[in-house]
C-alpha cells in the first residue's frame, strides 16, 4: 500500500474495496437463490402441468374408447361392416363424431381395408395404425397424418370374432396446446413433437426449435431440464407418448424461458443495484470523513514532529481522548521537556556558571543585533595578583559587584563576563569620543572599594572597546577587538583604549613572513639604514647606529620591531643578525674608503646574548674587519640569563667591541646589573627624550641618568632628539651624544654619505 501517500485515501480505498466485494458477494448470492427459487418454481409447474396433460390424454382416451366400444358392439353396424355396408358404416361413423365431437372416425378391417370419415388417410398412416392394432400393442396412441399428430383410440368390432375397429381420430393442434397452456399458473409453451427421421418435428411440420434437448429431457424421465435457447436459458419437459409406428414415437414438450421467470425480480434488481450504489457512495463519503478525522490529528503530529526537529515551538491541539488524543497529549509533554531542555541548554550555553551573568557568547549575539553596536570591554587589573589574595570564589562576587555597579552607571544595561577578569557591554553609540569618554567614565565605578563577605578589596578596571563602522583590520570579532583594545589600553598605561588595528596588524599573516624572511636575506629587499649620532662636544657626527629594514615585495615596509620580534620568536634572528653584523662592517669599510671614519652600532637581540655560537661569529668578525664596533644590548637580556650573558660581554669587551646599553629607562633596570654591565655607553630611552620639552619630572630623570651613568664611566647617548630644545637642554645636561630626527632618520648608504658631507647640525634646524 506504499502508493498511497496519505492515510485517508488508503483507508477509503480499502474500505470501498471491502465493502465492494461484500455488495457483489451478496447481489450474487440473492441472484442464485432467486434463480434457483425461479427454476423450482418453474420446474414444479412444468411437472403438474406434464401430469395434468398426461390425466387430459388419459381421460379423453378412455371416453373416446368408450364411445368407440358403444358403437362396436352395435348389431346394425357390426352387420353393417361385416356385410360391407358402406353408407351405413359411413352414417353410423358421422353420427358418432357429432355426438363424440372428434375430428375424425374410421373404421380398420382386419384386411387392411378402411372406411373413414371427417379425414382422409394415407396409406402410410393406415398401414402404421393396422400394424399397432394388429399386433394388439396399443389401444390410443399418436398417430401422424401427413405430418400432423392426432390421437387415435380404437375399440375392437367382435361378430363374434375380431373382424376390425372402430378409431376416432382427434387432431393435436395449436388450439388444444393453448388450452393446456391456459390450465398452468405459469405461461409456459406446450407442444406435441414427432420424430421424422433424425429431427423431432413441430405439429407445424418444421424442425424444432427444442429439438436438440427433446433426447436429454426424455432420458430425464419426467423431470424438466435446464436447456440454452434463443431466448436464454430455458426448461424443459418432455413426456413421452404412446404412438402408433415405432419409426415416429411422439413427445409432448413443455418449456419455459428462465428469463421470463425472471422478468419479475427484474425491479428488484434494479432497487438492489440503486441501493448498493447510494450505499457505497455513502461509505466512501462516511470513510472519507472519518479516515480525516483519523489523519487530521496524526498529520499535525506529523508536522509538529518536523517543527520540532527544526528547533521550533511545537504543540498540537489535544482533540479526543481516543488513543490520538492520549499521543498527541504525549507528545506535547515530550514536546515540552525537550523545550525546556533546549532552554536550560541555551541557558547554560549563554551564561556564566559562576556568576550567572551573559557570557561571551551572549555579548556576541547581542552585539550583532544591536545597531552601530559598541563594545565596552571592562578588566579588573592585576586580576591575578588580587585572585591570589582573596581566593577564587571572592573573585567571582567581586566581579558580580563591579558587573552590577556597571549596568546601574550604564543605565541599566545586562553586563557579560566575557572572560575570567574581563566584563563587557554592548550600547548603541556612534561616536569614539563619547564612546572614550563614557568608558573612562564607567571605569570609575571601581573608585569605591568593594564589600564582599569578610572583606573589602580596592579594585581597578581598565577599558578596551571598539565600535562597528571603524577600521576591523582582521579581527572579524567586534567582542575580539574591545579585547584586543583592553590589552593595548594596559600597554599604554591608559584607563581606555579604542581598538588599533593599525597597531595590532596581522598576527595570522605575520606568520607566512617568516618563511620568506630568510630568502629575503639572500635578495636586496632587507637592507640596513643608518642614523647619525652627533657628538655633543665635538658637534660632528662620529657615528651612526644601522638599523635594519625589510621592504616585502608584497606587503611593503615591515616594521623591524614586528620583524625582528618574529625572528627571535621563531629562531631566526641568529642568522638575521649575523646577516647584520656582515653588513655593517662591509659598510664601515665602504665609508672608510669615502673619507668617513665612523663607529658603527649594532643592535644586538637579547637572546644571542646566551648564544655561544653567536658570540663567537662576532668576535671572528669583528677581529678580522678591526674597525670601531658598538653592540647595542639591552639590560633585560642580562636580567634574563645574567651568568652566561654577562660573561659574553666581558669577552666582547676585551675584544675591543664597545657595548651600549640601550633603551634605559624603558624595561626593568636594575642598578646592580648596572654596575656589572662592563659597558661604555648608555642610551637614554626616547619615551624620556620626546617628552624633555614640557615634563619637569623626565628632565630631572635624564638629568640623574647622565650623572649615574658618567660616574660608572660610561657615556650617555639620547635617542628620538626631536627638537632644537632638546638638544639644547640636553647639551645643558652633559649629554655625550645626541641621536634623533632632529639630526637625520636612517638613510640608506648613499643617502648617509650625501648627508656626511653637509654639516652635522643643518642650518635650518640649528636655527
Ligand atoms: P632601537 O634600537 O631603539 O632603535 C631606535 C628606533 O628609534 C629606530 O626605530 C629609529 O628609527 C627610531 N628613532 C630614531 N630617531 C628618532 C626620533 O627622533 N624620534 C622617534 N620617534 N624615533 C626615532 P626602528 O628603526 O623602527 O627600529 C626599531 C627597533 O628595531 C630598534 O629599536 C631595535 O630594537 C630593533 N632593530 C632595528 N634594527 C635592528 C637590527 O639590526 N638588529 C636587531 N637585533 N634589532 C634591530
Ligand atoms: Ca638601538
Ligand atoms: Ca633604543
Redesign the pocket.
Known sequence: MTRFRYLRTRLTVLYAGLFGLTLMLVALAVYMAITASARGVVRGELTASGAVYGQLWDSRSDQLRQGASVLAQDYGFREAVATNDEPTVRSALDNLRGRQKVEGALILGTDGYATSAGVSLDDAAIDTLWTGLNDATLSAGVLSIEGQPYQAVAAPVMAPVLIGWVVFLERLDQAQMRRLEELSAIPLSASVLTRQTTAWHDMAGPASALSGVVDRALDASGTPVGARAAEGETMVLARPLPSFGAEAPAVLTLSYPMARALKPFEPMFWALGVIALIGMALLMAGTWLLSRGLSRPITALDEAVQRLQAGEDAQVEVTSSDEIGRLAQSFNAMAGDIRDRQARLTHMALHDQETGLPNRLWLEREAAVTPSACVLMFGVDRFAVVRNAIGFEAMGQLVSALASRLSTAAGGVRVARVSVGAVAIVLEIENDAEALSLAERLCAVADQPVKLIGATVDASLTAGLDRVGRPSGRVDSLVDRAGIALDQARDARRKAALFDAVAYGDPGANLSLISDLITALESDQVW??Y?PKFDLRDNAITGV?????WNHPKRGFI???LF?GMAEETGQ?RA??EW?VRRVIADQKALAEAGHALQMS????GRLLSDEAFAQFALDAVAEAGGDICF?ITETAVIDNPEVALGIIDRFAAAGIKVSI??YGSGLSSLAYLKRIAADEL?I??AFV?SLDDSAKDALLVKSTIDLAHSLGMSVTA????TGTALALLRGMGCDTA????IA??LPMAGLIERLSKPALMETKAA
Do not use: C, H, W
Open positions: 640596513m639604514a642614523q647606529e644601522g638599523l635594519m629594514r616594521a623591524p620591531d625582528i634572528i638575521l643578525t647584520g649594532v643592535n644586538i637581540s647595542e640601550d633603551d642610551k630611552d626616547k620626546l635617542e628620538g632628539v626631536e641621536q634623533g630626527y632632529f632618520k636612517a
